[in-house]
């Protein structure tokens, strides 16, 4: 026969662990766009601070190695932020996934359990 107060408790640990689930998304996204945020002024600040020394320049010898040391310090900066932006992501996937790992695994034994 249908428990009705198994069902209720039932459906409240879903909806608590969903709830927890989107607000731990929520953190995370949102510290995403913050480090994206952040990356994005730096980078504009660096690239102001090279146009105006480059304008400032008198030689092609100091053009060319101003442009070069740019050029590296911005493939190297957008190197380590995008492995830290891929750790940024891993973390949410780990933590959005955390709420339902428990029912996961309880579902997933009970299963195992019948099927044998």
Known sequence: ??????????????M?????????VAKGFQA???EASDYSKK???DMTTFVEALAA???????YELQTN???STCEGFIAEAGKMGDMYAEL??????P??????KSTAVVTANAA
């Open 32 to 34: 995403i766009a913050t």
């Open 16 to 24: 608590d662990g969903m709830l927890k689930s989107y607000s731990e």
């Open 93 to 98: 996937a780990k933590s959005a996934y955390k």
């Open 1 to 14: 026969m249908f428990n009705f107060d198994e069902a209720s408790k039932k459906s409240k640990e879903a």
């Open 43 to 45: 980078s504009f600040q």
């Open 70 to 72: 740019y050029i590296k």
């Open 100 to 105: 339902y790992e428990a029912p996961v695994a």
């Open 57 to 63: 320049s008198r030689s092609i010898e100091a053009v």
